[in-house]
């Protein structure tokens, strides 16, 4: 039999058929999916030794403890400390992604004077120029570091003004500061022991002082119980996401917290829900207060009869509002457990910055927020990380980024104790940056040094012999057989939480019912921190879902 | 004994804050998003939606539900569906496990998906210059044109898995195998564990009067559940759970 040019065909047409019922297509078709999930272009995360290693996150002044999954050096992964008794684990949604933030587009990666690239010597001689003209002002986002220090040791040699910029939360704390004369840095929270909250517009479920530590108590004292341990009663004009949570929510008109306060003042005295300490009651009538609000003068009074069903009751303010801290004086919840209390000893008031200083030139260290505008006709030289877009600054001098430096964290603001970590740089700081400490030190070089400084705030806790250290066990400080020890468990992202000071020690001077201040708006951690450089996964929480407003739609 | 990995989200607990997503996206080296993607086209395996009770005034309430892969346990639709077989149900963790290497990006499984739980990469994935340094090495970065999910931190089950075997342990200890979403609540919302141990505070939690499943009519039979004492939360839950996958909802 003759093989012919059609059996050829044949078989052909035969073998292509048969292949079809076999794996080798499928086969064929499943390899190449596979190496087009492999082709070399696509991006491939740093191959290395995996570690992990803890410390602090220095992108806010809360300090929230942090666990670092580094690999071949670089930090990939990043989540709570559930061992931190602050945070017990929690941080906001953008410290979880915080190791992207050193290659953010917007990183300030060069000195910049007037729109062009400049180097730090013209920078160094443009300040020192401008130092020897006049008196400077530095000012301070986060003060009682060890590189706050610094600047207040330059500041005071060169003849200048240190100045801090209060965060919402302290600023919050002021009234009582002037009734009382204590620093507001020495006032907090003594959320643990409350009973009732009555929040004027603060957004306590939304990363109000340290991220974590309100969210857990609400959690396990409030979320979902219809006559909770803990009452949260919110009052402001919108449907915020704590008003959402909140066991109780009344709606006021816009900027009204204050005839609030008032009203419900008058209403605690008049019908003898309160011992009758504080302040003469204020001026204004309920029927006043009750048109300022928008709510009747009977679901006025039905208010202040349910704040002080449960005490202790706190009244927390956005802002500097007098009338609320009244109240607060009012309901006795100053110097009180579950109150307003003291934190720290008594401490001299910092000098806060005020507008338009007329200073030769203004130093702005990265701590101060992207948000804040100088109003000044000084030279600027502010230092940050990231190029806000929107600074006024004559000169933008880069300085470190996340984990890039060495730092320490001092108590924040709201804590009710005094706490106190140390920052290490988990990655080494990149050359073309510098920090405010750093640059003012290759001006005087006999100016103190962080890393001394800190060294020395350790030794000064150790011998204290007060507090405890909390890492994965907590160890009682008067434990430790040498400074050098508790020094490096520090070193190693734990913390050191102070004892909690006897109550009783703050007495507001109050007469008189406060006039009412400028109404505070409330902000939440997206304002808080330096905008518009976010994290770009943070984009999952207003481009890629309707959870929150994209950032630059809120500000407009 | 194989384990039925599944969560329960407690949603009287759920403030909205989106730390779960976030968390979750940089745990699974999801991409920064392209200009032009929205929340329809966008990759967020771990996805927060609002639910308001509908009323007015002071009787206006909200809450928040976090939407995941549901992990079905019986006739998981995206399996049956799925062409290429990229889409099964893991014999050991009863975590249905989508295998990217083997998609073709048919969608049919996005399309047979109830909850709208899987996403599919409509763009490369990119980094902004030097980014790439902080991708997650335990989990490999997938390519346009594939679908993904969650698949409940597959990776930090197989370093548990590891640590277990360095230690010479046939199973894992639980406190090693954590999603990023359960560890990044701030509130502790999120349970998390292994559902056919009576004792593991997941089953305690799903076997509450106040837990419940979405669309359980279907018969999918999920294994993340959802809890709350208020109802209208339980009937917004499942009605959104619907609406989310109507064209009408997913605006772009």
């Given at each position: 039999m003759?093989f012919?040019?059609?059996?050829?065909?044949?078989?052909?047409?035969?073998i292509?058929?048969g292949?079809v019922?076999t794996?080798?297509?499928?086969?064929?078709l499943g390899?190449?999916?596979?190496?087009?999930q492999n082709?070399?272009?696509?991006?491939?995360g740093?191959h290395?030794?995996?570690e992990t290693?803890h410390?602090?996150c220095t992108l806010?002044?809360a300090g929230c403890g942090i666990?670092?999954?580094m690999?071949?050096?670089?930090p990939v992964?990043?989540?709570?400390v559930?061992?931190?008794?602050i945070t017990?684990?929690?941080l906001?949604p953008l410290?979880f992604a915080?190791q992207?933030?050193n290659w953010?587009?917007?990183?300030?990666?060069e000195?910049r004077?007037?729109?062009?690239?400049?180097?730090?010597?013209?920078a160094q001689a443009?300040?020192?120029?401008?130092?020897?003209?006049?008196?400077?002002?530095i000012?301070d986002g986060?003060p009682g570091?060890?590189a706050?220090?610094?600047?207040?040791a330059f500041?005071?040699?060169?003849?200048g003004?240190?100045?801090?910029?209060l965060d919402?939360?302290t600023r919050a704390?002021?009234?009582?500061a002037?009734w009382?004369?204590?620093?507001?840095a020495?006032?907090?929270?003594?959320?643990?022991?409350?009973?009732?909250?009555v929040?004027f517009?603060?957004p306590?479920l939304d990363g109000w002082?340290?991220?974590?530590?309100?969210t857990?108590?609400?959690?396990?004292k409030?979320?979902?119980?219809?006559?909770p341990?803990?009452r949260?009663i919110?009052i402001?004009p919108?449907?915020s996401r704590?008003?959402?949570?909140?066991w109780?929510?009344?709606?006021?008109h816009?900027g009204?917290?204050a005839?609030?306060a008032a009203?419900?003042?008058q209403?605690l005295?008049?019908?003898?829900?309160?011992?009758?300490?504080?302040?003469?009651?204020p001026?204004?009538s309920?029927?006043?207060?009750?048109?300022?609000?928008?709510l009747?003068?009977d679901?006025?009074?039905?208010?202040?009869?349910?704040?002080?069903?449960?005490?202790?009751?706190?009244?927390i303010?956005a802002?500097?509002?007098?009338a609320?801290a009244?109240?607060n004086?009012?309901?006795g919840?100053?110097?009180?457990?579950?109150?307003?209390?003291l934190?720290?000893?008594?401490?001299?008031?910092q000098v806060?910055?005020?507008?338009?200083v007329?200073?030769r030139?203004?130093?702005?260290?990265?701590t101060?927020?992207?948000?804040f505008?100088?109003?000044?006709?000084a030279?600027?030289f502010r230092?940050?990380?990231?190029?806000g877009?929107?600074?006024k600054?004559?000169?933008l001098?880069?300085?470190?980024?996340?984990?890039?430096e060495l730092t320490?964290?001092?108590?924040?603001?709201?804590?009710?104790r005094?706490?106190?970590a140390?920052?290490v740089n988990l990655?080494a700081?990149?050359?073309e940056?510098?920090?405010?400490?750093?640059f003012?030190?290759?001006?005087?070089g006999?100016?103190?040094d962080?890393d001394?400084g800190i060294h020395?705030?350790?030794?000064h806790?150790?011998?204290?012999k007060?507090?405890?250290?909390h890492?994965e066990?907590?160890?009682a400080v008067a434990?430790?057989?040498?400074?050098?020890?508790?020094?490096e468990q520090?070193?190693?992202g734990?913390?050191w939480?102070?004892?909690p000071l006897?109550?009783?020690?703050l007495?507001?001077?109050?007469?008189?019912?406060?006039?009412?201040?400028?109404?505070?708006?409330?902000?939440?951690w997206?304002a808080a921190?330096q905008l518009?450089?976010?994290p770009?996964l943070?984009a999952?929480?207003y481009q890629?879902?309707d959870?929150?407003?994209?950032p630059?739609r809120?500000q407009? | 004994?194989s384990?039925?990995y599944g969560m329960v989200i407690d949603?009287d607990?759920?403030?909205?804050?989106?730390a779960?997503?976030?968390?979750c996206?940089a745990?699974n080296?999801?991409p920064p998003p392209?200009?032009?993607t929205?929340a329809r086209?966008?990759?967020?395996?771990?996805?927060?939606?609002?639910?308001?009770?509908?009323?007015e005034?002071?009787?206006?309430r909200?809450?928040f539900i976090?939407?995941?892969c549901?992990?079905?346990?019986?006739?998981?639709p995206?399996v049956s569906?799925c062409?290429?077989?990229?889409?099964?149900?893991d014999?050991?963790t009863?975590i249905?496990?989508?295998?990217?290497?083997?998609?073709l990006?048919?969608r049919?499984c996005?399309t047979a998906c109830p909850y709208?739980?899987?996403?599919?990469?409509w763009?490369?994935?990119?980094?902004?210059?030097?980014?790439?340094k902080?991708l997650?090495?335990?989990?490999?970065?997938r390519?346009?044109?594939v679908?993904?999910k969650?698949?409940?931190?597959?990776?930090?089950y197989?370093?548990?898995?590891s640590k277990a075997?360095?230690?010479g342990?046939k199973?894992?200890?639980p406190a090693d195998?954590?999603p990023?979403?359960?560890?990044?609540?701030?509130?502790?919302?999120?349970v998390?564990g292994?559902?056919?141990?009576?004792n593991?505070p997941v089953a305690?939690?799903?076997h509450s009067?106040?837990?419940?499943?979405?669309?359980?009519?279907i018969g999918?039979?999920?294994?993340?559940?959802?809890k709350t004492?208020?109802n209208?939360?339980?009937?917004?839950?499942d009605?959104?759970?619907?609406?989310s996958n109507s064209p009408?909802a997913q605006?772009v």
């Amino acid at each position: 039999m003759k093989f012919s040019r059609r059996d050829l065909f044949i078989g052909g047409a035969g073998i292509a058929a048969g292949i079809v019922f076999t794996p080798v297509p499928w086969k064929l078709l499943g390899d190449t999916s596979i190496w087009t999930q492999n082709w070399p272009w696509i991006p491939q995360g740093a191959h290395g030794p995996v570690e992990t290693k803890h410390s602090v996150c220095t992108l806010c002044a809360a300090g929230c403890g942090i666990r670092v999954r580094m690999a071949a050096g670089w930090p990939v992964g990043i989540s709570g400390v559930a061992t931190n008794p602050i945070t017990k684990g929690a941080l906001c949604p953008l410290g979880f992604a915080a190791q992207q933030l050193n290659w953010h587009p917007q990183r300030l990666r060069e000195v910049r004077h007037g729109g062009r690239t400049a180097s730090w010597a013209e920078a160094q001689a443009a300040f020192e120029k401008a130092c020897g003209e006049g008196p400077v002002t530095i000012v301070d986002g986060r003060p009682g570091r060890a590189a706050s220090s610094v600047l207040e040791a330059f500041a005071a040699k060169h003849a200048g003004d240190y100045r801090v910029l209060l965060d919402e939360e302290t600023r919050a704390l002021s009234p009582y500061a002037m009734w009382s004369g204590v620093s507001a840095a020495a006032l907090g929270y003594d959320l643990e022991n409350m009973q009732t909250i009555v929040s004027f517009g603060v957004p306590l479920l939304d990363g109000w002082g340290t991220p974590g530590r309100f969210t857990r108590l609400w959690s396990e004292k409030a979320a979902g119980a219809a006559d909770p341990q803990l009452r949260l009663i919110q009052i402001e004009p919108g449907l915020s996401r704590t008003a959402a949570r909140a066991w109780r929510w009344t709606a006021i008109h816009e900027g009204s917290g204050a005839a609030l306060a008032a009203g419900l003042a008058q209403v605690l005295i008049q019908e003898h829900l309160v011992n009758g300490q504080g302040p003469a009651p204020p001026q204004m009538s309920l029927v006043d207060a009750a048109a300022q609000t928008g709510l009747s003068s009977d679901a006025i009074r039905e208010l202040a009869r349910t704040i002080v069903e449960r005490r202790p009751v706190v009244a927390i303010a956005a802002g500097d509002e007098p009338a609320i801290a009244a109240l607060n004086v009012v309901l006795g919840a100053v110097g009180t457990s579950g109150g307003i209390v003291l934190k720290s000893k008594p401490q001299g008031s910092q000098v806060q910055l005020e507008a338009g200083v007329g200073h030769r030139a203004m130093l702005l260290d990265s701590t101060v927020p992207w948000d804040f505008a100088p109003q000044t006709n000084a030279e600027v030289f502010r230092f940050a990380a990231w190029d806000g877009g929107n600074s006024k600054a004559d000169w933008l001098l880069p300085s470190p980024g996340f984990a890039e430096e060495l730092t320490d964290v001092p108590t924040a603001s709201t804590s009710a104790r005094e706490t106190y970590a140390i920052a290490v740089n988990l990655v080494a700081q990149p050359g073309e940056t510098k920090t405010a400490a750093q640059f003012l030190t290759n001006i005087d070089g006999t100016l103190p040094d962080v890393d001394k400084g800190i060294h020395a705030r350790c030794e000064h806790l150790f011998e204290s012999k007060a507090g405890t250290v909390h890492a994965e066990q907590a160890t009682a400080v008067a434990k430790f057989e040498s400074a050098a020890k508790m020094e490096e468990q520090l070193r190693q992202g734990a913390i050191w939480v102070g004892d909690p000071l006897k109550a009783g020690g703050l007495k507001c001077a109050l007469k008189q019912w406060p006039a009412a201040a400028n109404p505070a708006h409330a902000i939440d951690w997206t304002a808080a921190w330096q905008l518009p450089v976010f994290p770009p996964l943070a984009a999952k929480l207003y481009q890629e879902s309707d959870l929150r407003e994209a950032p630059g739609r809120r500000q407009a | 004994m194989s384990a039925r990995y599944g969560m329960v989200i407690d949603l009287d607990r759920c403030t909205g804050c989106g730390a779960c997503m976030v968390a979750c996206a940089a745990e699974n080296n999801v991409p920064p998003p392209h200009t032009r993607t929205t929340a329809r086209t966008g990759i967020t395996p771990m996805l927060v939606h609002k639910l308001s009770n509908g009323k007015e005034g002071a009787d206006a309430r909200e809450a928040f539900i976090p939407i995941t892969c549901m992990q079905c346990g019986e006739e998981t639709p995206c399996v049956s569906v799925c062409p290429q077989q990229a889409v099964q149900v893991d014999k050991e963790t009863g975590i249905v496990m989508q295998m990217v290497q083997r998609c073709l990006g048919c969608r049919y499984c996005m399309t047979a998906c109830p909850y709208h739980a899987r996403y599919f990469n409509w763009w490369d994935p990119e980094w902004p210059a030097g980014m790439e340094k902080s991708l997650n090495p335990g989990v490999s970065v997938r390519m346009r044109g594939v679908v993904e999910k969650c698949n409940l931190c597959d990776a930090r089950y197989h370093l548990a898995l590891s640590k277990a075997a360095a230690a010479g342990k046939k199973e894992i200890d639980p406190a090693d195998y954590v999603p990023a979403c359960v560890e990044a609540c701030p509130t502790g919302a999120i349970v998390f564990g292994n559902l056919t141990n009576a004792n593991d505070p997941v089953a305690v939690a799903a076997h509450s009067p106040d837990s419940f499943r979405l669309l359980e009519q279907i018969g999918t039979e999920p294994k993340i559940h959802y809890k709350t004492k208020q109802n209208w939360i339980r009937a917004q839950a499942d009605r959104n759970a619907v609406r989310s996958n109507s064209p009408e909802a997913q605006h772009v």
